[in-house]
């Protein structure tokens, strides 16, 4: 009898979690990179990224996830670099990506960003998230890195690494990205340099879906517990 009790306690933790996990469905509609040099045309490449653990190489893409999504754009491959010796001056990464679930919401993202930037070399983003449902928009915001050329900027690594809180929860966003990579004039090949080297975005979700969630699974755990 016992077993019994232990086996339909173990089957409802099974159920209870499943009920409660979360899981979303990651759309990464573009993921591409421009280089430009004067008078040529522009060298465009598909830029690979991660969902997850899950490496994908080219757009449209679609992937499952059932642990928080993680979507990393790995801009250093091929490199999104302008100057350093190259014939580049410009270029642009732009992402576009959605995020969609039937369950839990989502209040914000772990906001990474590194590049180098190096004498007139500077990195320009700008980052949009909308609701899907009401076209609402739930964050926009832009920054730089500015090189050592520029009036306050510093030559090196630089790099962003804060939690972004979106105007309210949703469990259905997208995502519009685009940074602008450029040696303002300077000699190609030269030294200035602007590099981005990877972006990333960890999502977070609605509290009171983790709290359900504990709680759910500490009532069932006590229940256990009891009939023992």
Sequence with gaps: MKGLKALGIALSLTAVSAALASGWT?????????????????????VPFLINNSLFNATPTSHFVNTLPQITFLT???PMLVGDGTRY?????TAAYTITS??????????VV??????????????????????????LGQGFFSGAGYAG???GFASINQFVPLARPSSNVQVIETFILHIDGAPAPGTSTASLLLV????V???ASLLALSAGLAGLLGLRRRLK
């Excluded at 039937?102 to 906001?111: D, E, M, Q, R, V």
């Excluded at 930037?117 to 449902?133: A, C, R, T």
């Excluded at 990333?200 to 999502?203: A, I, K, L």
């Design 26 to 46: 990651v759309n990464v509609s573009t993921s591409r990179g421009l280089l430009f040099q004067p008078s040529q045309p522009a060298d465009q490449s598909s």
């Design 76 to 78: 250093s491959v091929p």
């Design 89 to 93: 001056t410009g270029g642009t990464f």
């Design 102 to 111: 039937s369950k839990a919401p989502l209040t914000g993202f772990n906001f």
């Design 114 to 139: 590194r590049g180098f930037v190096f004498d007139l070399g500077q990195i320009i983003w700008s980052k949009k998230v909308v609701d899907l449902n009401t076209s609402e928009i739930l964050y």
């Design 153 to 155: 900027g510093s030559d």
């Design 200 to 203: 990333e975005q960890d999502w």
């Design 205 to 207: 979700p609605e509290p």
